[in-house]
């Protein structure tokens, strides 16, 4: 049994949904749109960005039968810029001053001109990462993008449901982590 078994077998009866969605939307048929590929770095990216540790180890071992080295690195980069990017603009939608929006930005972000990886790709991770960061401005800027680029609206959707399901079994792994370190304490 895989890692990323052991961990849908260990959600509680309570989220039993993100059990079953767990095991469709990591599947070609469960993720219409996307390759197995898209599907593996998105739910890396997310992973990550959700930070439960061990669902990041067993997600990326997963992901290595689809992924090679550069697959992996961009989807890490991909959950690394996104994790400044998403802070910093939704501070400038949230705070609802246009004078902050005419500043520069001043912070280094290379990495989107050169990803390492099929730069659509990379929008669709970093989208991806951006829903599970609820940033609002990102979501909308790389949503455009991935439309100008003819990306259909079911990758798109595709794309978010894998970020909402591994976001949630994250939190859902975390609580259980958390109970069981609780008891152990008590």
């Keep these: 049994?895989?890692?990323l078994e052991q961990l849908r077998d260990s959600i509680p009866d309570y989220a039993r949904d993100l059990k079953l969605n767990l095991g469709s939307v990591l599947t070609v048929q469960g993720a219409p749109g996307?390759?197995?590929?898209q599907i593996w770095g998105t739910a890396l990216a997310t992973a990550i960005a959700s930070r439960h540790l061990p669902l990041v180890r067993?997600?990326?071992?997963?992901?290595?039968?689809e992924l090679d080295e550069a697959?992996?690195?961009?989807?890490?980069?991909?959950a690394a810029i996104m994790g400044m990017n998403n802070v910093y603009y939704r501070f400038l939608h949230l705070v609802g001053d246009v004078e902050y929006q005419s500043m520069p930005a001043r912070l280094r972000m290379n990495v989107m001109a050169n990803p390492g990886i099929d730069k659509l790709d990379f929008e669709l991770y970093s989208l991806a990462v951006s829903a599970v960061n609820g940033c609002g401005l990102c979501i909308e800027s790389h949503e455009k993008l991935l439309r100008k680029h003819d990306i259909g609206r079911d990758s798109i959707q595709s794309t978010v449901r894998i970020a909402a399901?591994?976001?949630?079994?994250?939190?859902?792994?975390?609580?259980?982590f958390a109970e069981q370190a609780a008891e152990l304490a008590a």
């Design 71 to 78: 697959g992996i690195s961009g989807a890490k980069a991909a």
């Design 1 to 3: 049994m895989t890692a």
């Design 58 to 65: 067993a997600i990326e071992t997963a992901a290595r039968a």
């Design 34 to 37: 996307l390759t197995a590929k």
């Design 165 to 176: 399901v591994i976001h949630a079994v994250a939190c859902v792994l975390e609580q259980g």
